[in-house]
């Protein structure tokens, strides 16, 4: 796997232009006039009807297109599903920055496990969901929807436009479902909240007929959902349940969400009403409590118990509740409670595919770090970059579910990362001699077809002299664990760690486990190159240490992997309660063949486009680090292609290339989700007596 370059001469500065850069970018903030590119609605039926996704050979719109596909999960048949309605101070905030913002206390969501789909809710007539939100969503395989809402007096006229005749209709439903397999989102939610004249209402029918077929066609698995409002009368009657008055819209489409307002007795006629469809009634949970079954906030686990009671899935409007309404301070605590009280109602799902990466980040941080380092120092935010989070939660510990170990912790902490802007801290404490602490990390459904190459990176907090650390592959067939173990950084011997670690199995029987001995430094030296680009003495200056592991399944058994555990075991002589913590910063399960094939993919044909430059208003203003006096900013677009393997982003570096080919060393300049990237403002020392110097851009893709 290897970079593409891109060069840009120093001599003759055209400061004078200006590139058109299109209606989807604005400044970052009121201080700057440099624009950067963002995520917005379309506001009229007009811009709906004249979007296409190629303009002037280009594709429409591409940096707001979201790249990370649908990940396979588990799955459990025959019970309710969870959607969830964003809804967080209208939309498109600090997520409407493709590229990110630069501060940490923004609005996220970590919980995916319990999710089936999330829709992207603004008040405006088209919400396209930001890019950052599809790729994070998808990552844990939950579907993103975009919405359709009229409202009010505007909202009549729109549909007098659209629902005008079939024509009219179809053409509206065709540009929806292009914009979604443009944008890889998979569906929408249909929210008309005006009155309708009595011959709208059957081109309606029509439409949501034809755009829930259209979806289909376009996109694999893609749901179109509609709001419980107008009734078949055209009137606007929130009917709270599945009834007659709006059956007809339900079964033209994938689904029905219901308004908030309902009683038991309504949900029980819904049950009835949906026959075998049951799961497709989503009924309304506003978290803001508004006229809403036990009043919402930290009791909507109250009413999720009453649906799920009558076996009906569940839609929660506006979890950013905890976000605007308790503020930003300790919303990882209030999110954290506010899952936490629904997680036994909404079934859990975990990965069931390779390759599995994560490095446990949520999306933003106190710094952005690569390979353990911080290449970018300051708070930022971009959704982009989330990567999975763990099934299980710190609950665990509370909930009986696990027997061993005692005042365990786990939760992710942005003090440090190995990748990304946070890392996986677990914590607890030996009481016992023969001690081991146990963290369910993942419960999963991954097929075991192949050699595995597995790995994981940590970092000791405290506890490094006492004890030692196993990840542990939770499998089917008659060997129920793979227990990955120390290879040359075992100081206690394997002997002993290998009995306490049978000692600790399920059965107490040796013939539960399979123990496998990391990999030799020889060998880890090229797989340190080959996975993180770097060596292992990099990661190891910042105290980061990575195991590797070639797993190799011989008995034909076709295994699963069915969860992934740690567990810490105390060693040595120390006695007495001793307290140790670990930070977990990447865990990686892929099938060996495919590293293979990553080495030979490669970034090709960097071009630089849309270029301008300028002088800094200020030339001693700070950015971090003062701006030296010949200092000039450069700003323009990158783009690329990468076409052998399919990467979830790319890291951009700069670096100043003399006239003889010598460079400096590179400079982390950002984080691309997909194959192009806007420079915005870069600082660059320009010598007006050196003509010959250029800047060179450097892209690298990141699995």
Avoid at 167 to 172: D, E, V
Avoid at 527 to 535: D, M, P, Q, S, V
Wanted: net charge negative; proline share 3%.
């Amino acid at each position: 796997m290897s970079g593409g370059t891109v060069s840009v001469s120093l001599g003759d500065l055209d400061f004078s232009r200006k590139p058109q850069l299109g209606q989807n970018f604005e400044a970052e903030s009121d201080t700057s006039e440099s624009l950067v590119p963002v995520c917005r609605p379309l506001y009229t039926v007009e811009d709906v009807l004249s979007w296409t996704p190629d303009k002037d050979g280009c594709k429409t719109d591409a940096f707001n297109i979201a790249t990370v596909p649908l990940a396979k999960r588990t799955q459990q048949d025959g019970v309710p599903k969870t959607l969830v309605c964003h809804d967080m101070k209208g939309g498109y905030i600090e997520d409407r920055f493709v590229q990110g913002t630069w501060r940490d206390d923004c609005y996220l969501i970590s919980h995916w496990q319990h999710i089936d789909t999330f829709v992207y809710f603004s008040h405006h007539f088209i919400t396209l969901p930001p890019p950052g939100w599809t790729n994070a969503a998808h990552r844990h395989g939950v579907k993103v929807l975009g919405t359709l809402i009229t409202e009010w007096d505007d909202g009549a006229k729109r549909c007098r436009q659209f629902l005008k005749d079939q024509a009219s209709c179809r053409g509206l439903a065709d540009k929806l479902a292009q914009m979604a397999q443009h944008y890889n989102f998979d569906g929408w939610l249909i929210n008309i909240e005006n009155p309708l004249e009595t011959p709208q209402v059957k081109i309606l029918m029509d439409f949501v007929s034809y755009l829930t077929d259209v979806m289909h066609t376009a996109v694999q698995g893609s749901e179109v959902i509609w709001y419980d409002s107008v009734i078949t009368s055209g009137e606007l009657k929130w009917q709270d349940e599945l009834n007659d008055k709006n059956r007809i819209f339900f079964d033209s489409c994938d689904g029905i969400f219901l308004n908030y307002t309902w009683k038991e007795e309504g949900l029980q006629r819904s049950l009835e009403m949906a026959g075998d469809r049951q799961h497709d009634v989503y009924v309304g949970v506003d978290v803001f409590g508004r006229n809403c079954y036990g009043g919402g906030g930290f009791n909507c686990n109250k009413a999720l118990s009453v649906i799920r009671k009558q076996g009906l899935s569940a839609a929660i409007f506006a979890p950013g509740w905890v976000h605007e309404k308790l503020g930003a301070d300790n919303f990882s605590t209030n999110q954290n409670k506010f899952w936490g009280l629904l997680s036994d109602l909404c079934p859990m799902h975990g990965p069931a595919a390779l390759p599995f990466v994560t490095s446990f980040c949520q999306g933003q941080g106190q710094n952005f770090y690569i390979n353990g380092q911080v290449v970018r120092r300051g708070p930022w935010y971009n959704l982009t970059c989330q990567q999975v989070q763990t099934t299980f939660t710190s609950a665990q510990f509370s909930q009986g579910k696990d027997r061993t170990g005692g005042n365990r912790t786990m939760d992710v902490c942005t003090k440090d990362s190995f990748h990304g802007g946070s890392s996986l801290l677990l914590g607890g404490n030996f009481v016992q001699a023969s001690d081991a602490l146990s963290f369910r990390l993942f419960s999963s459904d991954i097929p075991v077809q192949s050699s595995l190459l597995v790995s994981y990176t940590y970092k000791w907090e405290t506890g490094v002299d006492h004890t030692a650390v196993h990840l542990i592959l939770n499998t089917t067939g008659q060997t129920k664990q793979w227990v990955l173990m120390e290879g040359d950084d075992n100081k206690n011997g394997d002997t002993g760690d290998k009995t306490s670690m049978r000692n600790n199995t399920v059965d107490n029987s040796t013939d539960q486990a399979v123990y496998f001995i990391a990999l030799p430094d020889k060998e880890c030296d090229r797989l340190y190159k080959e996975c993180f680009g770097c060596t292992r003495n990099e990661t190891a200056k910042q105290g980061w240490c990575t195991r590797f592991y070639m797993l190799k399944d011989d008995t034909g058994e076709g295994r699963r992997i069915e969860g992934i555990d740690l567990r810490f075991l105390r060693t040595g002589t120390v006695e007495g309660d001793t307290d140790v913590c670990l930070r977990l910063g990447e865990i990686r399960v892929m099938n060996a063949g495919d590293l293979e094939k990553k080495q030979k993919a490669t970034v090709t044909k960097v071009t630089c486009r849309d270029v301008s430059w300028k002088k800094p208003q200020h030339p001693t203003a700070t950015t971090g680090d003062s701006i030296a006096a010949n200092t000039v900013l450069f700003s323009a677009t990158l783009q690329w292609e990468y076409l052998q393997v399919p990467s979830s982003c790319f890291d951009v570096y700069f670096s100043y290339k003399g006239a003889a080919g010598n460079t400096s060393d590179k400079v982390y300049v950002g984080r691309a989700q997909n194959s192009m990237y806007r420079v915005v403002d870069l600082p660059v020392i320009h010598d007006e007596a050196d003509t010959e110097n250029s800047i060179e851009f450097t892209v690298h893709p990141v699995e």
